[in-house]
């Protein structure tokens, strides 16, 4: 009877579903009623149904699975309803997601409905208005079921996609049919390929429709930030590739007021790999009436002369009038680039051809390349690190040259010139100190090429070298320290330093700090160097032994590090600040890596000398003394106590001289350090006294 039940009841909703009139259900006659409240009874008609099936025993015989309730059905019901119950819509959505994800579906239902099953659920989807990637995804379920035909492509593509295209985000569609076309082409039966060509038509020309250009903008903003990140990268020709892609047709009527830019800027790349021809063919698609343009065809012409002046010197009919006239027009023309490409030639042409043998002519053209150089580097948009290079080249070419005068006894010729490159060479430093980035070692070098430069002139020069010359060498020694020490530093921190590279410079940099005190210890014997220079000296001295103490912990070469210990100690150092020492005891107290022993002799000859100049600071002494004490107490040796005794000594004397003084004063010892003297004096007495009773 449940059985019977069941079916009628199942009946019954199916009827009221389709719409039977209602006296075939009741026998009460009825208004005729809309489809959702068809949809609405149908549902409750179901639940009834399925209510009765569960109460059932048998629930496995071939009788009671008739009656289980068809799915479609079910979830039709639940979404007609919904416009008067909207929880209907969640239970239709839920339902066909089921039905959709369950693999016995697929064996039950034939695959048009099951296809009716996924549209459904799309409808569901949108009348709940949830997002594009719900409906992506949703779309794709359709299209993975599908069988490719005509009818398929059609329904699909394009019938459904036509009438609900205007609820749709064009994102949306756009994306739908590229996931209808890429699957048409993947399939491995090949049954999708004769659809693929119509399914790209229907996208083109869906993208044709749509009006909003800030996508196809942000499309030609990309290909600019690839540009540009390969302009800066110098690899010109990609840079100029991505830049005429950015003029193609796509973005004519979007972007078109860009073009003759893009146009420039390939150019310029063209011109920066020298492929002049190329430049040439770019820059007459720009419109001639922006001078933009114009400037642009100038600056090619003008690395086009360059590049025709390198290639007229290797020609073996090449006469040297021929530069001297192109020079002419340049200067007259105010083209800087072009003349120095032009002087920095005729250069090579007297290297090649003479061997440098007129080394006045020689030096007096380097001294013109050098102004135009400067020139060129006070440009807004001059390029610093290429031109800073040059210059280094040319004064070191010019350092060459001098010295090979010097060698042949010509010095008298050029000692006028030579007087103007150091002082050039020094002033071109100091400010390339300020207005370089990133330029230390070329600062540096340059730096030495203007000691180097002053030696000449010191030796070569008849009369007396003025007394500031000698201010000039130390100053410029120091700061060409100084640079490689920076240098130094920035390739210590860097992941791509060469172990080798760093040990070569720090060599180097001893090698000069040495050279460098030797002349500090020179101004000694000078009468003419003021006080106030002599103090500067004296900080540049401080500096340079807490730079060679640096690096030689840093190498760890700790004998090297006593040697320069005890010459500081020595009477030529006499006037060495107190702060000097206290920086070299620091140094070594921090390096992990320092031996005790090493450690200990360096704060017994910084403590001795301190005590001999009577240059003391009450506080770091206590620490020192107790280190040195704590060492020779550890040795246990008669000769060592012997020796920490003395060295105690000192100490009581030094409380006695200050026993006036505040504790919170800096003159006074401090608090723990005089229990620490206590403390360990009485230790060690009683141990001795224990050792001679024993």
Not at 356 to 382: H, N
Not at 598 to 603: E, I, K, N
Not at 648 to 673: I, Q, T
């Amino acid at each position: 009877q449940r059985e019977y039940l069941a079916a009628k009841v199942l009946e019954l909703g199916k009827l009221i579903l389709r719409g039977v009139p209602d006296e075939a259900v009741s026998a009460a006659p009825a208004k005729p009623r809309s489809e959702g409240k068809r949809a609405e009874a149908a549902v409750k008609w179901f639940q009834k149904a399925l209510w009765v099936v569960e109460k059932l025993d048998d629930a496995d015989t071939p009788g009671v699975k008739d009656l289980k309730v068809e799915p479609l059905d079910v979830a039709r019901s639940y979404f007609l309803s919904s416009s008067h119950n909207l929880e209907n819509l969640t239970r239709a959505e839920a339902t066909l997601h089921e039905l959709v994800s369950s693999g016995d579906v697929s064996d039950k239902t034939v695959p048009a409905e099951f296809q009716q099953l996924r549209w459904m659920r799309v409808a569901v989807l949108k009348r709940k208005n949830v997002d594009d990637q719900a409906l992506r995804e949703a779309y794709q379920s359709i299209i993975d079921g599908m069988t490719f035909s005509e009818e398929s492509v059609a329904e699909c593509g394009f019938r459904r996609m036509r009438k609900t295209n205007l609820h749709l985000s064009s994102l949306l569609v756009t994306s739908v049919l590229q996931y209808c076309l890429k699957r048409s082409v993947e399939l491995a039966d090949d049954s999708g390929h004769p659809f693929a060509e119509r399914l790209l038509l229907a996208l083109i020309l869906h993208c044709s429709r749509d009006q909003d250009t800030q996508r196809g903008m942000k499309d030609l903003e990309l290909l600019w930030q690839c540009a540009d990140r390969q302009y800066v990268a110098k690899n010109w020709i990609s840079a100029a590739e991505w830049y005429l892609l950015a003029t193609h047709g796509a973005f004519q009527s979007m972007a078109q007021i860009s073009y003759s830019k893009c146009f420039r800027k390939a150019a310029l790349c063209y011109v920066e790999a020298r492929e002049f021809a190329m430049a040439s063919t770019v820059l007459r698609r720009c419109p001639g009436e922006e001078a933009a343009t114009h400037y642009v065809m100038f600056l090619a012409a003008a690395h086009q002369a360059i590049s025709a002046i390198h290639d007229m010197v290797k020609c073996p009919d090449f006469n040297r009038d021929m530069l001297l006239l192109a020079t002419q027009l340049a200067h007259e023309s105010n083209m800087k680039s072009l003349l120095l490409a032009i002087l920095q030639a005729l250069l090579k042409t007297l290297q090649s051809q003479n061997g440098l043998a007129d080394e006045v002519e020689a030096v007096t053209l380097i001294r013109c390349i050098i102004r135009l150089v400067l020139e060129l580097l006070k440009e807004p948009a001059a390029s610093i690190p290429a031109l800073v290079e040059a210059l280094i080249g040319h004064f070191q070419t010019a350092l060459e040259l001098c010295k090979k005068a010097c060698s042949v006894n010509r010095a008298s010729f050029i000692l006028k010139d030579v007087s103007w490159l150091w002082r050039t060479a020094y002033n071109t430093a100091v400010s390339g100190c300020a207005d370089w980035d990133d330029c230390e070692l070329a600062v540096s070098n340059l730096f030495d090429v203007a000691l180097d430069l002053m030696d000449i002139f010191s030796k070569e020069s008849v009369a007396e070298p003025d007394v500031e010359m000698y201010g000039y060498k130390v100053y410029a020694a120091f700061a060409a320290i100084s640079g490689k020490e920076s240098n130094q530093a920035r390739l210590h921190l860097s992941l791509l330093s060469l172990t080798f590279l760093q040990e070569a410079l720090q060599k180097r940099i001893l090698t000069d700090i040495a050279a460098l005190r030797i002349l500090i210890q020179g101004s000694e014997k000078k009468s003419d160097i003021t006080s106030e220079d002599k103090i500067r000296f004296g900080d540049v001295l401080h500096a340079c032994f807490v730079f060679e103490m640096e690096l030689l912990c840093e190498l760890q070469e700790w004998g090297k590090a006593l040697t320069v210990i005890q010459n500081m100690s020595g009477k030529e150092w006499a006037n060495l600040q107190l702060a000097t020492f206290e920086a070299i005891a620091d140094i070594l107290w921090v390096a992990k890596s320092c031996p005790i022993p090493v450690l200990y002799q360096a704060l017994e000859a910084i403590i001795h000398t301190c005590l001999d100049r009577n240059t003391l600071s009450i506080k770091k002494f206590s620490r020192w003394l107790r280190t040195i004490c704590s060492f020779l107490l550890a040795h246990n040796t008669t000769s060592d106590r012997q020796k920490a005794l003395n060295y105690m000594r000192e100490a009581v004397a030094l409380l006695e001289d200050n026993a006036d003084a505040d504790d919170s004063s800096g003159d006074a010892y401090p608090p723990d350090e005089r229990q620490w003297l206590m403390s360990t004096s009485y230790n060690t007495g009683i141990e001795c006294l224990s050792f001679v009773f024993c």
